[in-house]
């Protein structure tokens, strides 16, 4: 069974610095792994979505990478801002099914 | 438009109310899906529609019965629910099964 985990569980940093939020999954075999942020009581937004071929996807301040055979992604986000205060969860796809990590909580003071 | 509308936003409802949940799409999207999320976890997988057909149920529980009248379209009907059933539901929606999956901003259920 597929289990995703995300480390760290929250984060507090002062605006401006850059971050890593890091994911990994037990099972390599899947076929893509998506990132997305949540704002408390809201739906998921979808960031950045990576294919099991491809090593990594930008977009804006966003860098997600992928190392499917260590079963690891990182979520790089630059000069950090309040707004980007949320929930950042990680999942993975293999076939019609998406295992979620428990998410990283993201604070960023201005 | 990268848009899934769900209505209604909040939702009360007593043990023994019947309602509905709607979740709408106009992606062309061929996957629909229902989450449960409960506070500070993430999202649990409850049904999944691939061209209008039920393809996986997660052994919920029949009081929650799910509905595709058409391929923009996912109902989720609610009978006789348990307080512990008070969550987000969210809707999403995909290209095909193994695609980037849009959210929309879910429904605020609370059971009393």
């Known amino acids: 069974k597929q289990e995703v985990t995300q480390i760290p569980a929250a984060l507090s940093v002062p605006e401006g610095e850059n971050l890593v939020l890091n994911c990994s999954f037990t099972?390599?075999?899947?076929?893509?792994l998506q990132w997305f942020r949540q704002d408390p009581g809201k739906g998921l937004t979808s960031l950045l979505l990576?294919?099991?071929?491809?090593r990594e996807q930008t977009s804006g301040r966003l860098n997600a990478s992928l190392d499917k055979s260590s079963g690891r992604s990182t979520l790089y986000i630059a000069a950090s801002q309040p707004g980007d205060s949320a929930t950042y969860l990680c999942a993975v796809r293999r076939y019609s099914t998406l295992t979620f990590g428990k998410g990283t909580m993201l604070l960023v003071s201005p | 438009d990268t848009e899934v509308t769900q209505t209604p936003k909040h939702l009360v409802m007593g043990m023994t109310n019947k309602k509905s949940l709607k979740c709408e799409q106009h992606m062309g999207h061929r996957a629909m899906y229902w989450y449960k999320q409960k506070a500070k976890k993430p999202p649990e997988l409850m049904f999944v529609?691939?061209?209008?057909?039920?393809?996986i149920n997660e052994s919920v529980p029949s009081r929650f019965s799910p509905e595709c009248p058409n391929s923009s379209l996912l109902n989720l009907h609610l009978h006789a629910l348990q307080p512990e059933d008070s969550a987000l539901y969210l809707c999403?929606?995909?290209?095909?099964?193994?695609?980037?999956?849009?959210f929309g901003s879910g429904t605020q259920l609370s059971v009393l």
């Open positions: 529609y691939s061209y209008e057909k039920l393809s």
């Open positions: 099972d390599s075999a899947i076929y893509n």
């Open positions: 999403a929606s995909s290209q095909d099964l193994g695609g980037r999956l849009f």
């Open positions: 990576i294919q099991s071929s491809q």
